[in-house]
């Protein structure tokens, strides 16, 4: 969980982000990068050289401390994890340590507007948030597994998106880094060659591609130009060294060439480390375009069964996410990863009983108005008796 | 009508109802004859399913777009990926000893006794001098003979040397000796253990048919044959002894029974080849030869038998069916020297020969052997790399190599599939060149993409099965 | 012997013989001159024992097919080129300004 609180703050004139301790710290410069948690009334420690306090208590307790008080919870901070403090009394956790699933949104600009974005953009200039993530990236806590780079649209910040991939290579060389970006600005060839030469450790780009053909690509992304863009895009990023995953999400408008994206995927990047195939989100813009994008999954079974045939049969690794097991052919069920993050699960009254309960992702939150009109339980597989 | 414009393309009536249409990446797709016909008069309407697959396919483009011009400039490169590493396959012949008559034998044999048919430890040390000038990224040493291990010092001086120079330079080796087993013992069976070596061997089918076709003294081969898979398999590992056939006119009458003795003895893959007209076959062609046809008709009723093998839970595949099905439906092309355009005669594959002569491929050594040395390169003793690789005789076979210049060949829709094989072509009818029409190179290809193009049109069981084959091998 | 004459106006003559090779197989094939923009195309049976038959229809649609592909090959042959020649080539053959130009520059204007 990624909590946001506004509270009131004392001595924050700039955001500042720091770590966050409940215990003392023995290393100065640790203590210039850290918060120190107040649940009580009490401090743990001598509260000098310290960034700051954060409180459930009110700034009356603290008097003269700089920091934010009056939080409702801290109780599900832990030590490491990074937080940041507006002046403005915002409270915004950046990163925890506990979970699986951190990533850095990177901007709210996007040059794309997918009629089904599930994050829909800003027409801002955001590009100071820039210093932002670098001070995160100083922060977050190397032993990290992996780390998101989204959006937006990422590369928007062209110089600050290398920057950032540098920065991750130089703080964090042991985290996985996986990148959302719709790639098109790799239509520069010296882009990716520049991105390729960071020769970070362990990159994968995940780019979308919802259609062989290039005009209902751009269509659904409501860009002219962007298949081309794309399609450049991943060969440069190849040309370059920089692995790329290709992710597909599924609707009525890319299921019914689906089987030849898949062929024009295997042929065109067979390079790709992976294809993921997605389950349309509920959440955002998709409301506005329901009508031409809405499909029941379990209507477009065949589709996604020879789709995944095709890549199957190219050697290609695959996944199918944001699916209820349920609602997929049983053959495609080895392929489903139960992707929906830990904060986002649900389950609904018509699941009660199914044997694969715990295997399934379930539902988005956003996702249990409108969905397949097959929910049901599956049954367990026969068991012999007496223990044959 | 919106307009667009071709992107070049090669087509074939592959039947009564449709065309075929291969883009210059091999990439291919079936059209009604109709939609074929609208599609070349610029006429197919570009809301039609014809329309947008011969889009996508790279068929046809409709605006500036730079997309399908870059992906077909990469995909043809990948294509012609085999170009790179030039030679990498490197062939020594270390004896035209052998112990075996085998009736097509590709050698002009040699009675077991005549020590100077060997190759010297000088020449092999030139030899694999010439070898480690290759660019290729990684080598394949290929051990033949006649029957190499009666020339076993040699192997080890091979093998040996070669892994030296191979870990020095960091560039990864692969060796395999090409032999009929009969004379393998247990020092031997501990050094191919100790350095890795892969062994192939000859197994025409079951007992009699093999012995028939392959006579040794006490007419044994089979049994020796048998015997040493599974010794070899014991101390090497299953995998590391293949096995492939020849089919002389008698293998004809048995494409079940050769299948099946393949499955008995646990191999994986079996490579139906038919008779090469060189060596000792052209001189038993009369009772051993056959006409294409002939071969064809064997071949599709053993791969049938395959087919259901693989379907009932066998794995097992046909090698040029590989081969070919790889060329055919994914982006890479193959590392077969015999099927490439330019061929691989001398720039993807190099046969050192017990002499120190030079050879573009196994075949040219065989002419050479009856005689006729026009496609000799060189001699290790006395030659530069720089005059066998870039002399006049290499020169000669490339350019009449390139398939895409070949009458008969420049128009075939399955030229992207397809290659050249020049000294095949000299060596039946005394031209580099092929007389496409009669030459049995065009027939036996041609044939097998079409059946194979129709097996996995019409069967989605085929189509899983050539994909699991395809799958497990590996693409240049 | 069967003889065919053909306007070359309809059929020029590269698609004529490109036509006629495939025939060579079972049939030697004589083409000659026929005055004013005109061939004759005569087939005559390798196997003197054996003369195939239904030639007439058969080199009728071969010779379609060639011209065909005469068509196509001019249509594609300058793509075809720069194709092969930007497979092997590293420089850009094209025009593609653009593909080389900085992303700061951006004169696509992709992040619009």
Redesign the interface.
Known sequence: MRLHETARVAGIEHTLIGRVTRTALGDETERTNAWLLAEGSALACDPAGYLGILAIGDAAAFSGLRGAFGLRQLSYLDDGDVVAVDPNGLVRTLYRRASMHNFILVTDQCNSLCLMCSQPPKAIDDFDRLAEHLRLLDLIDPATKELGITGGEPTLFREGFLELIARCRERLPSTALHVLTNGRMFFYRRFAEKLGRIAHPDLVLGIPLYSDVDTRHDHIVQAHGAFEETVLGLQNLDRHGVRVEIRVVLHALSIPRLPQLATFIARNFPFACHVALMGLEMFGLVHRHLDELWIDPADYQRQLLAACEVLGDAGMNVSIYNHQLCVLDPELRPLSRKSISDWKNVYLPECDGCALMSECGGFFQSGTKLRSAHVRPVGRPQTPSNGV | MSPYGLLPFRFVRFDAARTLVVNEAGEHQFLENDDFTRFVQHELPADSDSYLDLKAKHFLFDSESLAPFELLATKYRTKKAFLEGFTSLQIFVVSLRCEHSCVYCQVSRVSADRVRYDMTEETARRALDLAFRSPAPQLKIELQGGEPLLNFERVRQIVVEGRRRAAEEGRPVAFVVTTNLALLDDDMLLFFREHGVFLSTSLDGPEELHDANRPRPGNDSHARTIANIRRAREALGHDRVAALMTATRRSLQSPREIVDEYVRHGFTSIFLRPLSPYGFALRSARSTGYPMREFLDFYVRALDHILELNAAGTFLVETYAQLLLTRMLTPFTTGYVDLQSPAGAGIGAVVYNYDGDVYASDEARMLAEMGDTRFRLGNVHRDSHESIFGGATLRTIVAASVAESIPGCSDCAFLPWCGADPVHHYATRGDLVPHIPTSDFHEKNFFLFKHLLSLYERSPGARRIFASWIRSGDAA | MSTITIDLAVYPLDAVL?AC?????RWYVHVRSAGEGQVTVDFEPRDENKPPRGIAGEFANALL??R??T??AA??RE??E???A???CEADL?D?R???????A?P?R???
């Open positions: 490109r090779h495939p025939f060579t197989a097919d060639a065909l592909r068509l196509i249509e594609t793509i075809r720069l194709l092969v930007q497979a092997f094209l593609r653009d593909v080389e130009a900085d992303e700061q951006d696509r992709i992040a619009g």
